[in-house]
């Protein structure tokens, strides 16, 4: 997924104020399944076990393509608000460099309130997703030295 704002700190700036918009959890929920509706598609011949996401409920596909100067991840889920959650996560980090990925915490998670609104599952899932791409970055940032 390409990103649609300048810089992660945009990305977030711009999640924080979408999700300002909506009054209640129900909405905000609605919000995050229309957003998982917006994946770019995920390549078919990616949905194998070798890019599954563990530590999720759902079914969660993930992959990296680039290198240290530019991440684009693509990721895929069974479940409408997953994907939503991928959806927030490659917004803000995906086509960025490993450096750019690596100094930005996911601040937008507490920013808007979704940490005290997932259940554990989610919470433990959007970890991983986190995880994966933090990790990616990492090890594209060491080839680089």
Not at 13 to 28: C, P, Q, T
Not at 46 to 56: D, F, N, P, S
Request: hydrophobic fraction near 40%; glycine fraction near 6%; charged fraction near 20%.
């Amino acid at each position: 997924m390409r990103p649609t704002e300048a810089s992660t700190a945009e990305a977030q700036a711009a999640i924080a104020e979408e999700f300002g918009y909506f009054g209640d959890w129900s909405e905000r929920y609605q919000y995050l399944i229309d957003l998982g509706r917006k994946l770019p598609p995920f390549p078919e011949e990616w949905k194998t076990e070798a890019h599954r996401l563990h530590g999720c409920q759902s079914m969660v596909w993930i992959g990296a393509e680039g290198n240290a100067d530019e991440l684009e991840f693509h990721a895929i889920s069974d479940s409408t608000i997953v994907s939503g959650l991928i959806y927030l996560a490659l917004r803000v980090y995906s086509g960025r460099s490993a450096a750019e990925i690596l100094a930005t915490p996911a601040d937008y998670i507490n920013a808007i309130g979704l940490a005290k609104h997932l259940s554990p599952t989610r919470t433990q899932g959007l970890a991983a997703l986190l995880q994966f791409i933090r990790e990616t970055a990492q090890r594209q940032a060491q080839h680089q030295e």
